[in-house]
DNA sequence: GAAGATATGTAAAACGGTTTACTTCATGGC
DNA sequence: GCCATGAAGTAAACCGTTTTACATATCTTC
């Protein structure tokens, strides 16, 4: 029997009581019970190990202290660091994550909310895929509170979670201007509707702008071979110099260094490189890499606080909080000129 | 609301039948019913857009096809590729992953094991913290089947994955040999108890034994300092040459890697270096580190297939199934001897 | 045309809790 | 001695399904 058989009458009936005092006890309203009983209760369920049955709990409550996690890739270093964040809240929420990867597939996104909702998770948050946004109408039919991660969709129904990438992407342009380097190389994915990519992009073509310059760029697909890119970079490098290569697409920069193999020597000095999103590699390559830091984990809890807060009602409306990224410099970008080095808030 | 208020009576209603009939539809028995009175259920389903509460379901059905996943740390990139394989099978076969981080911590991991069978899911996959075989015995209570990751605990009542990592250092250490290091320096953490860590350690002493060589070693402690383990290393290339520098522990390989800084030129060529599952900087970083592999993914896929065999009685008794390793071979050892490049499956 | 057999369907009892509405008893105040 | 109050406790309804056991109508078969 996959089933424990001990239920809140094996309890009641053992302890001399009616279940409706045994569920009271469970539910910590020890006002209308004498001392006595309740350490008869107390006993029989130390001896019976009475587990209480939560889909009989969830049947005419409201909550079933279940989240429901959807993102794009759950094995990616973002998902992890998000995943860790919103655990570090719920274990002491006293919460389970109920989790699925969507794929960056809006179907099986879909699916999974519906499933979700179904089985009665309290809450979700979602990564959401680009085509959610349209869908952004049922949100309020959803008759879940729902947090989203790095998205721009608002509505009435959702909050959101964010990291201000373009006042960083500023700031690490600024201060490389600073640093010396002159021409802006940009190899990126196409953003596409995608709002947090758009933001790196125009952080920096904002400083340039004010700059009098302009930036290059080329267009990076998934399958994109190192030598297109090495190509492309050679050319480049024929007619600039001091060039900053900027990859704002993560899982781009790996393909990138690879493709700037020959390279390698010319960094820091004549060529620098800035990318997104540190790593294990990011550090210990040689040489390591600057990148533009989201705060990931503090993102997660962050998401799963509001989440929290929403369904105990400390927190009335859906809220969007941005959280400020870090630069963490390194030595892709030239150190021997003056300016900070080590991580950096800003 | 939060609750969807279109019960099954709603849909037996608009449909003009009892709740029984929609039930059987529901669970695909059509055998009871015209092919009109299924068409009044679908439209009804349809207009109604209602959606069976899984909660309900649960009550007083066997399975929830909820499957509990419980790990040491999900963000690190064993887990997440866990997970990845898990999902790909959950998705398919229609399970949800509930997910727990025990955080290395057995209170902890025994209170996610008791709140999720207290929840219903159907099974579980553990990462056993190492206490936790003692606590064995109480698996055959536990009233689901459970399926262990890495780990050499065996019961009547445990399924098991792990991966073959002995013979796969053996292979390694032996090629080596072959490729002309004569001398071997272990750098790792204590094994302790957990006898998939000793499974590396011992693959390589017995081809050493074979070979009439002892190994020299270091015991890493999670705070040893690059600094202290950089002296090691100096003192006994002092003493030593062509030395093949074996880290079997795979979150020490970055400090390693940092700690031997001024000996990188040479690398593979003076000293060799060989470490444990593959990531993005291993690959990246230059010199690129060999590393034997362990097919991650495919545990988890494994893992969660052998789970839904038993769910569905496909598979009646607990199974072990071993996955061989891989060894993925960089630059870190003398390529230019004879010997394969490239992984190699073995 | 009576006796099955078959097709179609349903009422009611689970499932294991929570919640509501009600009872009983003791106490105190006047 | 009567009423109000509160403390301690419980029976029964309810949550939304599944499952069991039974009902009815139609079709065969002899």
């Given at each position: ?10 309890v ?10 045994v569920?009271?006890y ?7 019970m ?109 008759g879940v ?30 201060a490389c ?97 800035l ?11 040689v ?59 800003i």
């Amino acid at each position: 029997m996959p089933e424990n058989s001990v239920t809140i009458n094996t309890v009641a009936q053992l302890a001399r009581t009616s279940k409706t005092t045994v569920s009271f006890y469970l539910n910590g309203k020890f006002e209308k019970m004498s001392e006595e009983t309740r350490r008869r209760i107390e006993r029989a369920i130390e001896t019976t190990r009475y587990r209480p049955n939560l889909a009989a709990r969830c049947l005419n409550r409201k909550r079933t202290k279940m989240a429901g996690v959807i993102l794009g890739d759950v094995a990616n270093s973002f998902s992890n660091q998000i995943v860790r964040g919103i655990e570090n809240i719920t274990l002491q929420e006293d919460y389970q994550i109920v989790l699925g990867n969507s794929n960056y597939d809006s179907q099986i996104e879909r699916k999974y909310i519906e499933r979700m909702v179904n089985m009665g998770v309290d809450g979700l948050i979602v990564q959401p895929t680009l085509q959610f946004p349209d869908v952004g109408k049922k949100l309020e039919t959803l008759g879940v509170p729902i947090v989203f991660l790095d998205s721009s969709a608002r509505s009435a129904a959702n909050s959101r979670v964010g990291t201000d990438s373009r006042t960083a992407t500023r700031k690490a342009a600024e201060a490389c201007l600073a640093r010396g380097y002159e021409d802006f190389l940009m190899l990126t994915a196409d953003p596409g509707q995608l709002s947090t990519r758009k933001d790196r992009t125009s952080g920096i073509s904002e400083v340039l702008e004010k700059a009098g310059k302009t930036c290059a760029s080329l267009l990076l697909r998934s399958d994109t071979k190192p030598d297109e890119i090495a190509a492309f970079v050679t050319e480049h490098l024929r007619l600039n110099r001091h060039t900053l290569i900027f990859v704002p697409t993560c899982w781009a920069l790996p393909t990138v260094y690879l493709a700037l193999g020959n390279f390698r020597n010319l960094i820091p000095d004549t060529v620098g490189l800035l990318g997104f999103d540190n790593t294990e590699w990011t550090r210990f390559s040689v040489p390591s890499i600057t990148t533009i830091v989201q705060p990931v984990y503090e993102e997660g809890r962050t998401a799963m606080r509001i989440l929290s807060d929403i369904l105990s009602g400390k927190q009335e409306k859906p809220v969007t909080r941005m959280l400020g990224c870090t630069i963490s410099w390194c030595e892709s970008t030239d150190l021997r000129l003056p300016g900070a080095a080590g991580s950096a808030a800003i």
